[in-house]
């Protein structure tokens, strides 16, 4: 179970009113909790070492045998490189698991994986804080809208989605990601 099926079941249980941390709508967890409208669209990327020049495109990745993607279970970034890069074997030994994409960067960094996907806010931070060492390559391989999740009938849907068009129209939104995935420091 990740921890965002955990968020989940507590929030779908009533222990949380809201929750909120990068959750992928879609039709299934719609099934257990109910989403607020989009406040972030993602996509995915290829995060690499600054001075990789062994591939370009997810087809050159997945025709090298000896490269190797870091992941966490459970995310998207996971089902892209199970589905989108490799050859959709869940059990992929050329997919090296860890805790968090903390964990995953400084495997990447290290060299004991070749490349990890990540959205493009979370890259830039990563980048910000590594900028000798990290790089983003090629296009994006997927798309994907986040939302809050609120207990199945919750009187708090309404108010949210009437709250994030503002705060998208002010610029809001623009400025916490900004300043949480691009200028975070988390020495500060």
Avoid: C
């Amino acid at each position: 179970m990740t921890s965002w099926d955990t968020m989940i079941a507590a929030v779908q249980e009533g222990q949380f009113d809201v929750g909120m941390d990068g959750i992928t709508i879609t039709d299934e967890r719609k099934g257990q909790v109910d989403f607020s409208d989009p406040y972030m669209v993602s996509q995915q990327f290829m995060l690499v070492r600054a001075d990789e020049g062994r591939f370009g495109t997810p087809a050159e990745f997945a025709a090298d045998p000896k490269l190797l993607i870091g992941s966490q279970t459970g995310t998207t970034n996971f089902y892209v490189a199970v589905y989108n890069v490799l050859d959709g074997d869940e059990a992929n030994p050329r997919i090296k698991l860890f805790e968090n994409f903390g964990a995953t960067v400084q495997a990447l960094i290290t060299g004991d994986v070749d490349m990890v996907l990540m959205d493009a806010a979370s890259s830039r931070g990563y980048i910000g804080a590594n900028p000798d060492k990290l790089k983003i390559i090629g296009d994006p391989l997927g798309t994907e809208e986040f939302g809050f999740i609120f207990a199945p009938a919750s009187d708090l849907v309404a108010p949210f989605n009437a709250a994030i068009p503002s705060m998208k129209e002010d610029g809001f939104l623009d400025h916490l990601n900004s300043r949480w995935f691009f200028l975070y420091d988390p020495a500060q």
